[in-house]
């Protein structure tokens, strides 16, 4: 199982989720304060990941959401 951050309905979050070879099965996720991170490492990972994850969760079900650059 893994994980990263990702923002998701607009809030940060840690998703957690199984990648097969077809296909991202999606666990949960739970909220998170970016003022709990308090590494420089963290604070990295968080900027990376949030950079190209942002999903919308509703009823049950993860979309992503298209990032515009």
Do not use: P
């Not at 739970?30 to 509703?58: A, G, L, M, P, Q």
């Amino acid at each position: 199982m893994g994980w990263c951050f990702a923002i998701i309905n607009s809030r940060l979050a840690e998703i957690y989720f199984e990648k097969n070879s077809e296909e991202i099965k999606f666990f949960g996720h739970c909220y998170v304060d970016e003022n709990e991170y308090k590494s420089v490492e963290e604070k990295k990972w968080i900027k990376k990941d949030t950079s190209k994850t942002k999903f919308s969760y509703r009823n049950g079900t993860y979309k992503r959401v298209q990032l515009t650059i």
